[in-house]
């Protein structure tokens, strides 16, 4: 993906000299990698010639932060709740109304503090 | 050979028996006990929530030991062999002089049920401390470091947590970071140290594992009154160090109406975290601070536990043995 999303469309073999021969990746896994990340939806294709070339479906930006807000999504989703200690349970609403009615008790509170330190001058 | 084995199967027995008289003991009593707990400053209530929930694993396996004391006494010469006194009748729970037999097929079933059911409830726990792991390390690679001990992941959404077990890390998403301001947010993370002072990631995680234990409203209601303690002792961690309990209160309602506010899909699912305890947690800070227990009770009730365990050590052990005799016959 890094590779696509730097040198723009290429082929597998260009992909290989690039990237999987300094890691000593066979050009068959190289094949099959991007295949499967066709597959995902991840990459698009066109044939030229006799083999495909490969280019990125979306942008290094967008699908970075599409990755977050995965991860993100299943966070809130409870897979990491037996770890996990939040400032506040966003997912477990509070309620508008009780949010209104704390709001109004801390008014009342801060008023009552100024008013106290009012009355000590 | 067999001998052996009874006494296996009796000491099994005797922590399933002890584990499950604490289980009704803790559901027949934690009404009253929670009602006497609300007087009580929320990290002491914390650490009372949590003995009580991992009760009936702690003391069905500390009771079982105390009742091998005397035959423990005995084999060391430093009490008189104990076992002298039964007849050929009385069952022996001694790991000297064993059982004449390998135990009732009764007992074995009851033992393999309960071990089989405690076994899936652990592997099912493990299973989620694994994929929360997987997802942590996940939520780090995406996330970047600050000066400040906290990591920062880049989304909309109003986060701010601690994860991690045995080494917990502070995470806070962009979204809350712009939408705050800067002394709403040194409260935010005021309260999330204190969450890794209290290592709160590692208690939370052993209590869940134990308090399979209990029955499952009463492992409900404790995790969720232990998740409240937390929560309400680092809100006080939080106002200590900030001066400001009512700005402390305000930081909750804060973040909690940028959720309320949050369109759906930035909000995310509703999950198994827990009921919302914001209204508890600010109706606390608008309270005067509770005050602390005086003394250093917890090493008295250690100090005294220890003393009740050698004092009771003889009668328990009889106790026991006839208990067992019934059940393994």
Redesign the interface.
């Known amino acids: 993906m890094e590779h696509l999303w730097s040198h723009g469309p290429c082929g597998v073999k260009a992909v290989h000299r690039a990237v999987g021969a300094r890691r000593r990746i066979t050009l068959n896994t190289v094949q099959s990698t991007m295949e499967r990340l066709y597959r995902k939806g991840l990459l698009e294709r066109e044939k030229v010639s006799h083999a495909y070339v490969y280019s990125a479906k979306e942008s290094r930006e967008s699908f970075?932060?599409r990755?977050?807000?995965e991860?993100?999504?299943?966070?809130?989703?409870?897979?990491?709740?037996?770890?996990?200690?939040?400032?506040?349970?966003?997912?477990?609403?509070?309620?508008?109304e009780?949010?209104d009615r704390?709001?109004r008790?801390?008014a009342e509170?801060?008023a009552e503090?100024s008013s106290e330190r009012k009355g000590g001058r | 050979m067999s001998g052996a084995v009874g006494t296996v199967q009796l000491a099994g027995l005797a922590v399933l028996s002890f584990a499950l008289f604490t289980a009704i003991a803790c559901a027949l009593s934690y009404p009253l006990v929670q009602r006497r707990l609300g007087d009580v400053k929320p990290s002491i209530r914390a650490r009372i929530v949590f003995v009580l929930t991992t009760a009936p694993v702690v003391l069905g396996i500390a009771l079982t030991a105390i009742c091998f004391l005397p035959s423990l006494l005995g084999a060391l010469e430093v009490a008189s062999d104990h076992c002298l006194s039964h007849d050929d009748h009385h069952t022996h729970f001694c790991f000297v002089h064993h059982p004449a037999s390998a135990g009732s097929a009764l007992g074995w079933i009851l033992l393999t049920g309960t071990a089989a059911w405690a076994t899936s409830a652990a592997l099912r726990?493990l299973h989620?401390?694994l994929?929360?792991?997987r997802?942590?390390k996940?939520?780090s690679s995406?996330s970047h470091p600050t000066a400040g001990d906290v990591r920062i992941?880049?989304?909309r959404?109003?986060?701010?947590?601690?994860?991690?077990?045995l080494r917990s890390e502070v995470y806070v998403?962009s979204g809350l970071l712009h939408a705050l301001p800067n002394d709403v947010l040194a409260i935010?993370f005021e309260?999330?140290w204190a969450?890794v002072r209290r290592r709160?990631?590692l208690r939370?995680?052993i209590a869940?594992l134990f308090a399979i234990a209990h029955f499952p409203g009463m492992r409900a209601r404790l995790l969720g009154d232990l998740?409240l303690a937390?929560?309400q002792a680092c809100d006080e961690e939080a106002a200590g160090r900030t001066g400001d309990r009512?700005r402390v209160?305000?930081a909750?309602?804060a973040?909690?109406?940028m959720?309320?506010d949050?369109p759906s899909e930035i909000?995310?699912?509703?999950?198994?975290?827990?009921?919302?305890?914001?209204?508890e947690r600010?109706?606390a800070l608008?309270d005067a601070p509770r005050a602390a227990a005086a003394g250093r009770w917890s090493q008295w009730a250690l100090a005294g536990a220890a003393i009740a365990a050698f004092a009771l050590a003889e009668p328990l052990h009889h106790a026991t043995e006839t208990l067992l005799g019934i059940v393994a016959r």
């Not at chain 1, 993100?72 to 508008?96: D, H, I, Q, W, Y």
């Not at chain 2, 959404?157 to 077990?165: C, I």
């Not at chain 2, 909000?267 to 209204?279: E, K, L, P, Q, T």
């Open positions: 970075g932060a990755v977050v807000e991860i993100v999504s299943r966070v809130l989703g409870g897979e990491t709740e037996p770890m996990l200690v939040a400032f506040v349970n966003v997912t477990a609403r509070a309620g508008k009780h949010l704390l709001e008790m801390i509170r801060r503090k | 726990q989620g401390l994929v929360a792991r997802l942590l996940s939520v995406i992941v880049n989304s959404r109003p986060l701010s947590f601690t994860a991690g077990v998403s935010v309260h999330e969450h709160d990631g939370k995680t869940r998740e937390s929560e009512v209160a305000e909750i309602v973040v909690a109406r959720a309320e949050a909000r995310g699912v509703s999950s198994a975290f827990g009921a919302s305890h914001v209204v600010v109706q608008l």
